[in-house]
């Protein structure tokens, strides 16, 4: 339900709902770094740092939402005119491993959340205070912006993660972890 409003909003105003994401990134810069330090068990500087490339692909993503562009071409016919035109693909699932707990997702939701789609997060089972902390800052902000279920979250264990890789209604999955797993996600995404 969230995706049928969500695609229909001009990306430049999905754009403005990521910049407010990053915005509260900001205010929460040092409260998520310490987070991370705690749960993963990363010095403090590194922590910071993952907090900072979630608010920098916030920022990136912004400026994406004004160009997403297609090609015009020539045709044949006359008074006809030929273009690309890119469509969201629905909610994407987003598999992320314990040691970047945070910054991978950002990758992949805020450049998604622009495009289009909502998001479903499975962390690493490893990881459920970061991701519930992150989830917090999403909902508070997508209310705000009168979008609420662009951003979900699933916290579960692999279980969780092979229902996303096998549900057709996922029409994309990334994944982020081990080689071995990684492969299963893949063959499992290409058999359906």
């Known amino acids: ?11 430049p105003e999905r754009g403005q709902a990521v910049r407010l994401l990053g915005e509260e990134l900001r205010a929460n810069r040092a409260l998520l770094g310490e987070l991370i330090s705690r749960e993963v068990g990363k010095i403090r500087s590194e922590g910071l740092a993952e907090v900072q490339e979630m608010i920098d ?9 004004r160009q997403l562009c297609g090609k015009a071409m ?12 890119w469509h969201p693909l629905g909610p994407v699932a987003v598999i992320t491993a314990f040691n970047f707990p945070m910054a ?17 997060w499975k962390p690493s089972d490893q990881t459920p205070l970061c991701s519930l902390a992150v989830q917090e800052l ?20 692999a279980d969780t993660g092979a229902w996303l890789a096998d549900n057709r209604r996922v029409p994309l999955v990334s994944f982020t972890g081990s080689l071995a797993v990684g492969r299963h996600v893949g063959t499992t995404v290409a058999a359906r």
């Open 74 to 85: 020539h045709s044949e016919r006359a008074r006809h005119r030929m273009y690309e035109q």
């Open 57 to 65: 692909i916030c920022d990136f993503a912004v400026g994406l939402s």
């Open 1 to 11: 339900e969230a995706f049928a409003l969500w695609r229909t909003r001009p990306a």
């Open 138 to 157: 999403c909902n508070r902000v997508m209310r705000q912006a009168g979008c609420p279920g662009v951003f979900n979250l699933l916290v579960g264990g």
């Open 104 to 120: 991978v997702w950002a990758w992949n939701a805020a450049l998604a959340a622009v495009c289009g789609d909502v998001v479903v």
